[in-house]
């Protein structure tokens, strides 16, 4: 009866889980400093101002958001083209300006209360580094596996031969 705990994962299943975790791990790096910042409400403070709603669609629900222009109280940050978080169809209405914070993301600031976005985000990293390690898992084995016999080999070798030359030169005391 063979379980599953002496099976190797197949190597091209390992390439491809380790490629993808390595695709995914760069597509969620970049927003990990966002999402700390989220969490913690540490972000850049300033003014919103909306200009315009855009709304999509979706099979049983609309999501909608406020495009607008974001300045830092201190002058610092003009951005425009900037989706405000959070928002929906009654939130704001074009020229309208409310607090917001900036966290670092390109296209997206957020209300004074900040947002719960910062879950997923780190929930996503987290999922991505241990498809990392399960992926990468067979190959530690593998090198792990291959350094110690490796090491038995040679520390083998040369404990049979210093026994062997011990043997010899007590043979060789005994005879004198």
């Known amino acids: 009866m063979s379980g599953r705990r002496g099976r190797r994962a ?26 700390v910042r989220l969490a913690r409400g540490d972000g850049r403070p300033g003014t919103f101002t909306a200009q315009r709603l ?8 609309e999501s909608c958001a406020w495009i607008g222009e974001f300045r830092s109280h201190d002058g610092l940050v003009h951005r425009t083209e900037v989706a405000l978080a959070g928002g929906d169809r009654t939130s704001q209405r074009a020229g309208r300006r ?11 600031v957020y209300g004074p209360d900040g947002s719960n976005e910062w879950i997923f985000t780190m929930s996503l990293f987290l999922a991505v580094l241990a498809l990392l390690a399960f992926a990468a898992a067979p190959l530690v084995t593998a090198v792990r596996r291959r350094l110690t016999s490796a090491g038995r080999r040679d520390g083998g070798d040369r404990s049979d031969h210093g026994r062997q030359l011990a043997g010899d030169a007590g043979r060789a005391g005994g005879d004198g």
């Open 54 to 61: 855009e709304c999509v669609r979706h099979p049983g629900h």
């Open 10 to 35: 197949s190597p091209l299943l390992t390439a491809v889980l380790l490629l993808a975790a390595a695709l995914l791990l760069s597509w969620v790096t970049p927003a990990v400093g966002p999402a």
């Open 98 to 108: 409310s607090e917001a914070m900036d966290v670092g993301l390109p296209n997206r």
